[in-house]
């Protein structure tokens, strides 16, 4: 199975600062027909998962553009330029390359 | 608006069985390849089991496969899951999720699943 590590896997933050994830797979993410399925998720407390980006960097419809998503191969990364008050949660990254799909452990994300 | 209700969570004993629905609305239930994702209490996520739009293709988890199946009825735009031999370990929420050819883009809110003595 490909593993999905997540550094740091807790992120204090302070308001109006930026922020960032680190996400990596033990092997390639890139899928035969050429896509990379390294996806991005926000999970708010008591709240289901939420897509915030797809396939390393298109932002969902409704998800603000303070989030960015970048990365290749194995190694990705996900960007809050200025973090607000609703972006505390977990967030995971998920390989959809590979059967299983797997996701990361989580990064909590909490003000300082 | 797309809409995924989970529903038959409970709590069960070791070795016994339930049954998972999950009620889709929204959309073209039939195009959509569908997915079971678990998230123990506190923990994090594991996907269980994914299906093509027309249920021909089936995958599953090692941790799940023998002791659960999924299915689908495109005709009740509903998803099922069928759990046998139940263990502790499988206590957890159960999230229904649709994909979207990417991944999974919207999920349902969940039904609990707890597995005690």
């Known amino acids: 199975d490909v593993v999905m590590t997540q550094s740091p896997l807790s992120l204090p933050v302070t308001l109006g600062q930026p922020a960032s994830i680190s996400c990596r797979s033990s092997q390639s993410l890139v899928h035969s027909d050429g896509n990379t399925y390294l996806n991005w998720f926000q999970q708010r407390p008591g709240q289901s998962p939420r897509r915030l980006i797809y396939r390393v960097s298109n932002r969902d419809a409704g998800v603000p553009d303070r989030f960015s998503g970048s990365g290749s191969g194995t190694d990705f990364t996900l960007e809050i330029s200025r973090v607000e008050a609703e972006d505390i949660g977990v967030y995971y990254c998920?390989?959809?390359?590979?059967?299983?799909?797997?996701f990361g452990p989580g990064t909590k994300v909490d003000f300082k | 608006q797309v809409q995924l209700v989970e529903s038959g969570g409970g709590l069960v004993k070791p070795g016994g069985s339930l049954r998972l629905s999950c009620a889709a609305s929204?959309?073209?239930?039939?195009?959509?390849?569908m997915s079971w994702i678990r998230q123990a209490p506190g923990k994090g996520l594991e996907w269980v089991a994914y299906t093509s739009d027309s249920g021909s293709m089936i995958k599953y988890a090692d941790s799940v496969r023998g002791r659960f199946t999924m299915s689908r009825d495109n005709a009740k735009n509903s998803l099922y899951l069928q759990m046998n031999s139940l263990r502790n370990e499988d206590t957890a929420i159960y999230y229904c999720?649709?994909?979207?050819?990417?991944?999974?883009?919207?999920w349902g809110q969940g039904t609990l699943v707890t597995v005690s003595s």
């Open positions: 929204g959309f073209t239930f039939s195009d959509r390849f």
């Open positions: 998920l390989q959809g390359t590979h059967w299983p799909f797997t």
């Open positions: 999720a649709r994909d979207d050819g990417s991944t999974v883009d919207h």
